[in-house]
């Protein structure tokens, strides 16, 4: 589910509204449940269908939910589209050093995206250094597995990892744990190093 900030605006209003209906619901002993709830699941099928038609249809989308706004082009300020989305120049300079970029001759590309959020497209002279412009050969990190939370097994992730509870047992007896249920929570990499950490009053004794 999308945070607020991450929501379209007929998402936030719809959300807002029914937050209203309901709350005029349950806090109006005298108005029945019946007249709260039947406009709560129409908007929520109205969302749904507008949610629906912007996947479907590029036109739709462009109605409801509007198109991004480039506002700096190739390093130039757009003067236009700053006036027409009533956006002003401290405004913009805030948003850039929120992305890190305190200078706005270090941008190439400003744009402002549909659900209120600024990317930034940095000159090419001061785009972060990847693994790739250093020609390094890096194995990818992988996904860690949670093998123990709260002195519970997690046996699903055990067999993923390709551990026994009993081979998983005497690695942590090599790190001194000579009860599982005495761990808040043990973790495995890629590489094989278990991470564990003991419970609060495990530790204390």
Not at 14 to 41: F, H, K, Q, R
Request: glycine share 6%; proline share 5%; hydrophobic share 45%.
């Amino acid at each position: 589910k999308p945070q607020i900030g991450q929501l379209q605006p007929f998402e936030l209003v719809v959300a807002i509204i029914i937050s209203e209906l309901a709350a005029v619901a349950m806090s109006d002993t005298e108005v029945p449940l019946l007249t709260g709830i039947i406009p709560i699941i129409t908007l929520t099928l109205a969302q749904v269908s507008l949610a629906y038609w912007s996947l479907k249809s590029e036109k739709a989308r462009n109605i409801i939910c509007g198109q991004p706004s480039i506002i700096i082009e190739k390093g130039q300020i757009n003067e236009a589209e700053l006036r027409r989305i009533r956006m002003n120049i401290n405004d913009l300079l805030e948003q850039l050093r929120v992305k890190d970029y305190p200078n706005i001759s270090e941008i190439d590309y400003a744009i402002l995206e549909t659900n209120g959020e600024l990317s930034v497209i940095p000159k090419g002279p001061f785009r972060p250094i990847t693994i790739q412009d250093l020609n390094l050969n890096v194995a990818g990190s992988g996904l860690p597995l949670t093998l123990i939370i709260d002195g519970t097994i997690i046996r699903h992730n055990l067999q993923i990892a390709g551990l026994t509870e009993e081979q998983l047992a005497l690695i942590l007896q090599s790190y001194g744990v000579r009860d599982l249920r005495s761990l808040f929570f043990a973790n495995i990499d890629p590489s094989g190093k278990i991470f564990w950490q003991l419970k609060q009053e495990e530790a204390k004794q």
